[in-house]
């Protein structure tokens, strides 16, 4: 599998250190969409924080990947779902750290989630 970024230059606002417009993925063999995850510890329980939360998406997604025989590389789109607009930037400092740098089209959305206790909410689309 190949992926090429495309990040035009002109016509577009520009994209950031950290976001691509888009990913272009070339000759996957597997796609993997995981759900929105959640920050729940192995009992189902959430993290009281949004940084204690981030950090249990993080391990969640990388034992679900796993499971797939992938890794938090193999990530080529991601969509975060925040309680409120204060989050982003803990969550796109999360993200940032969990992919290493490497940037993906990502979208973040502010919602109202499911459990009152449920602060983030990360979905990921991955290629190999």
Do not use: C, K
């Not at 976001?19 to 009992?43: Q, S």
């Not at 779902?81 to 796109?92: C, K």
């Amino acid at each position: 599998m190949e992926t090429v970024a495309h990040s035009p230059n002109e016509g577009i606002y520009p994209a950031t250190s950290d976001y691509v417009h888009a990913l272009e993925v070339r000759r996957p063999e597997r796609l993997v969409f995981v759900a929105g995850t959640m920050g729940l510890d192995p009992a189902g329980v959430a993290g009281t924080t949004v940084a204690e939360q981030l950090e249990r998406i993080w391990r969640n997604v990388r034992v679900i990947l796993a499971s797939a025989d992938m890794t938090v590389d193999n990530i080529v789109r991601l969509t975060s779902y925040l309680r409120d607009p204060a989050y982003a930037e803990a969550n796109a400092a999360a993200r940032v750290a969990a992919l290493g740098g490497r940037a993906v089209p990502t979208t973040a959305i502010v919602v109202q989630l499911l459990e009152t206790d449920w602060l983030v909410e990360i979905e990921v689309i991955a290629a190999a």
